[in-house]
């Protein structure tokens, strides 16, 4: 069994009064691309800062590598982190700023030399060595600051959402090329940031965070399709929540919500733990809207009258009220026959029952 | 409208020019008259450089010239270390009464310079100490300070600190971040700090009157006693002929500096980052 590559057991934060993070408990295996996704204040960036030694946990412990390294200064840990600000030396040219770290370590200046030459290969940003920092374009800014942590090798690599100053096209684009490096050396990436869509994309497992707290953890696929909770699937997109009671018909779930909707519950093996108020998040893209005149396909159909639609570009958004209380959200293609939707105009909607999941209490 | 606008835009390079004529004409009519063959302001006799001679000659006017650099050179560095320090813990730490604190540091640029220069005076002699050139560097080091604070107060708030933890974060430990990233980053700051606070301290005359001794004049003492002798005897030239050196070499100051940036890979570090960015 390998050593896991960073351990958190119950690992506590307080700042002033306020607590940043509560009692996470984590493990992290070697070579992973592990994300922490959560709102701004959720705790997340803490918690890696707690892993690269910038912030010291008030009670519980953090190992990595196998070892305890609470009271290891930052400097002394084989970790090294892209900050969101990337915090290039400015006063020290792209080759000083990835010899940096190197030259503490007291290299040889060869061994300095071809190091720093294959890391800049790596990050594809050749022919700048000279340059300072600010002579570069964000993008190229970026890849240095990466350069500048992997030229070291570490066990670890953390990253502070290091993506969120670039553009979109950009952001992209750096995404793919994050995955691309981190394959290429096998190093833990722990990464950080508030989009799912970036989360999702990158990972292969992801914690969502919420007041401190770890409220989910899995791969992409489970966390986007199974959220547990109300904030996850709120969070992951999930925006259409019903709540009411679980009932059975011949041998079917159902939930009855108050409006008095009977909805059928996808068949999964996990039964709620309370027979009280449930609730079933349901993403909107997974909705179907019809006209009265055409035959919705699904068992698992309502009727209701369009409040809202708006052009989001690639795709149609409407709002659909159900039974005079439920309003949904729905999401569909913009070159599809619900274009010929409009509003006040009565319609079906209706879903796969698979689609819909049924959440934990928080 | 338009006419009072036009009118206005006119006589802006009129006006801009009588400032200029008012600020610069009288250092102009010193240093004309220091190359007159008569030793006084009242007509033109010739041209001569027999002040810049008698001056040159004048054995008290280099030994005020060491004092002077010697208190300067030594009181410039001293507040510009002990102002470097007071500015990170003002800035980088929170503590109680630092507000408090902050503001009397600033406070003695607002008091009038006779009254700092008298209670200096007063604080020395209830010390016992005799004045020289001790009191006078104790009372340059206290004067400049303020001036250094605030110049390297408003460099550190215009750096990224989060370098110091990225130092860190690669394998620094406090020291060597200190001395890799934190002083090279702000090192264009202490520079400015220092630049400024030279001629402040060189060129003091209130409070290094009152803390010096008779024997030990620095330069705008020496160029006060020059002065006083000359009310007697007339002869202003030698005096002129201070006037203009000392105008001179405040010119050259910023210049030398000036130039001494504009050097490439001139080595210090941080240096580039005093010069203008290329684009």
């Known amino acids: 069994m ?25 493990t992290i295996a070697r070579g992973e691309f592990f994300s922490f996704l959560g709102p701004s204040g959720c705790g997340k960036t803490t918690t890696l800062r707690m892993i690269g030694g910038l912030e010291t946990p008030d009670s519980g412990d953090i190992l990595i590598n196998g070892e305890r390294v609470n009271e290891i200064p930052p400097y002394e840990r084989n970790v090294s982190t892209v900050f969101q600000r990337l915090a290039l030396f400015p006063h020290l040219t792209i080759t000083e700023n990835l010899a940096f770290g190197l030259k503490i370590q007291h290299q040889a200046y060869d061994v300095i ?17 000279d340059r300072y920092p600010d002579q570069l374009s964000g993008g190229q800014q970026q890849r240095v600051a990466l350069a500048r942590s992997l030229v070291l090798e570490p066990e670890v690599l953390l990253l502070d959402e290091p993506l969120s100053a670039l553009d979109r096209k950009l952001r992209k684009e750096m995404q793919v090329e994050l995955r691309r490096i981190q394959r290429e050396v096998s190093i833990t990436f722990i990464y950080v940031t508030h989009d799912q869509k970036e989360a999702i994309s990158m990972s292969d497992r992801i914690a969502i965070m919420k007041e401190g707290k770890i409220v989910q953890v899995g791969s992409p696929r489970e966390i986007f399709e199974r959220p547990r909770t109300a904030f996850v699937a709120d969070f992951m997109g999930a925006s259409n929540l019903f709540s009411g009671q679980l009932i059975e018909r011949n041998g079917k779930r159902y939930l009855k919500t108050q409006s008095g909707l009977v909805i059928q519950v996808p068949n999964s093996d996990e039964s709620p ?22 035959n919705p396909p699904t068992e ?27 309003r949904v959200r729905i999401h569909s293609h913009s070159r599809s026959p619900a274009d010929e939707i409009l509003v006040d105009e009565e319609v079906l909607i209706g879903w796969d029952a698979n689609s819909a999941s049924l959440l934990r209490e928080e | 409208m338009s006419v009072v606008r036009s009118l206005g835009r006119a006589s802006l390079p009129g006006l801009l020019g009588l400032v200029y004529l008012f600020i610069y004409a009288p250092l102009f009519i010193l240093m004309i008259f220091s190359f007159n063959t008569a030793g006084n ?14 001056l040159l000659s004048y054995d008290q006017l280099w030994k005020s010239l060491r004092i002077s650099l010697m208190v300067t050179g030594t009181a410039v560095i001293l507040s510009t270390v002990i102002g470097t320090l007071t500015a990170y813990a003002l800035y980088r730490w929170r503590f109680w009464g630092k507000r408090l604190f ?101 060129n003091d005359f209130v409070i290094t009157y009152f803390v010096t001794s008779p024997g030990n004049a620095p330069l705008p003492v020496l160029t006060y006693n020059l ?9 202003m030239g030698m005096i002129n002929a201070l006037g203009t050196l000392m105008t001179v070499a405040a010119l050259l100051l910023p210049l030398v500096a000036v130039l001494l940036l504009r050097v490439r890979r001139f080595s210090l570090p941080g240096l580039h980052l005093l010069r203008k960015k290329r684009a």
């Open chain 2, 227 to 235: 002065i006083l002798g000359a009310k007697r005897s007339g002869a």
């Open chain 1, 273 to 294: 733990h309370s027979q009280d108020q449930q609730l079933l998040a349901l993403r909107p893209e997974a909705i179907g809207i019809f006209r009265k005149d055409q």
């Open chain 1, 2 to 26: 390998n050593t896991p590559s960073v351990e958190l057991r119950d690992v506590t934060k307080h700042f002033a009064t306020a607590i940043a993070v509560n009692r996470v408990n984590l």
């Open chain 1, 113 to 129: 030399q071809e190091k720093v030459a294959a890391t800049l290969e790596l990050v594809h940003l050749p022919g700048l060595q």
């Open chain 2, 41 to 54: 302001l009242a007509w033109w006799q010739g041209f001569s450089l027999e002040w810049y001679e008698k």
């Open chain 2, 102 to 202: 902050e503001g009397m540091l600033y406070l003695p640029m607002y008091i009038p310079e006779v009254v700092l220069g008298i209670s200096l005076l007063v604080f020395f002699i209830f010390l016992g100490m005799p004045r020289g050139i001790l009191t006078m560097i104790l009372a340059h080091v206290a004067f400049t300070i303020p001036l250094v604070v605030l110049v390297v107060l408003a460099r550190m708030q215009r750096i990224d600190w989060t370098l110091e933890e990225a130092a860190m974060d690669l394998g620094a430990d406090e020291l060597t971040t200190l001395r890799r990233v934190t002083l090279p980053l702000l090192f264009p700051g202490i520079m400015a700090a220092a630049f400024l606070a030279f001629p402040w301290s060189f």
């Open chain 1, 300 to 326: 698992n159909s309502f009727a209701g009258r369009v409040l809202d639609r708006a052009y989001l570009g690639e795709m149609l958004e409407f709002e659909v009220l159900l039974n005079g209380t439920e």
